[in-house]
C-alpha cells in the first residue's frame, strides 16, 4: 500500500486542523490505518488507527476527545480531525498501514511521507 499524508500547517493553541492520508494500490479490503506523530528528538508516538472494514477505530490517551479519525472508502482516504489543538501536538504526522491496530510503530508494514503539524502558544 502506498500512503500519501497532507493537510498540515500552522496552527494557534485551540485551533483545528484535518490530516488526510489517501492509499493506493489496495490489494487487501481489510487493513489498519494508523495516524503516528514524531516530534524532535523523541520516539515516533501513536495517535489514533482505524479498520478499513468495519471502522473500529483506536485513540491514544492523548487524542481521545479532541481528535477523531475516520475513512471514505470511496476516497480511499483516512482522516485525522484535530480540535483544540495543543503545543504539544506540534510534529511530523505520518500515516501507516498494516494488518492490525498496535500501538507501537515498528509493527506497522507501510508508511508514507509525513506532513507537518506546528501548534504556537
Known amino acids: 500500500v502506498q500512503l500519501q499524508a497532507s493537510g498540515g500547517g500552522l496552527v494557534q493553541a485551540g485551533g483545528s486542523l484535518r490530516l488526510s492520508c489517501v492509499a493506493s494500490?489496495?490489494?487487501?479490503?481489510?487493513?489498519?490505518v494508523g495516524w503516528f506523530r514524531q516530534a524532535p528528538g523523541r520516539e515516533r508516538e501513536f495517535v489514533a488507527a482505524?479498520?478499513?472494514?468495519?471502522?473500529?477505530?483506536l485513540y491514544a490517551d492523548s487524542a481521545k476527545g479532541r481528535f477523531t479519525i475516520s475513512r471514505d472508502n470511496a476516497k480511499d482516504t483516512v482522516y485525522l480531525q484535530m480540535n483544540s489543538l495543543k503545543p504539544e501536538d506540534t510534529g511530523v504526522y505520518y500515516c501507516?498501514?498494516?494488518?492490525?491496530?498496535?500501538?507501537?510503530?515498528?509493527?506497522?508494514?507501510?508508511w508514507g511521507r509525513g506532513t507537518q503539524v506546528t501548534v504556537s502558544s
Open positions: 501507516a498501514s498494516g494488518e492490525y491496530m498496535r500501538i507501537s510503530h515498528r509493527e506497522w508494514r507501510d
Open positions: 494500490d489496495r490489494t487487501y479490503t481489510d487493513y489498519a
Open positions: 482505524i479498520r478499513w472494514s468495519g471502522g473500529r477505530t
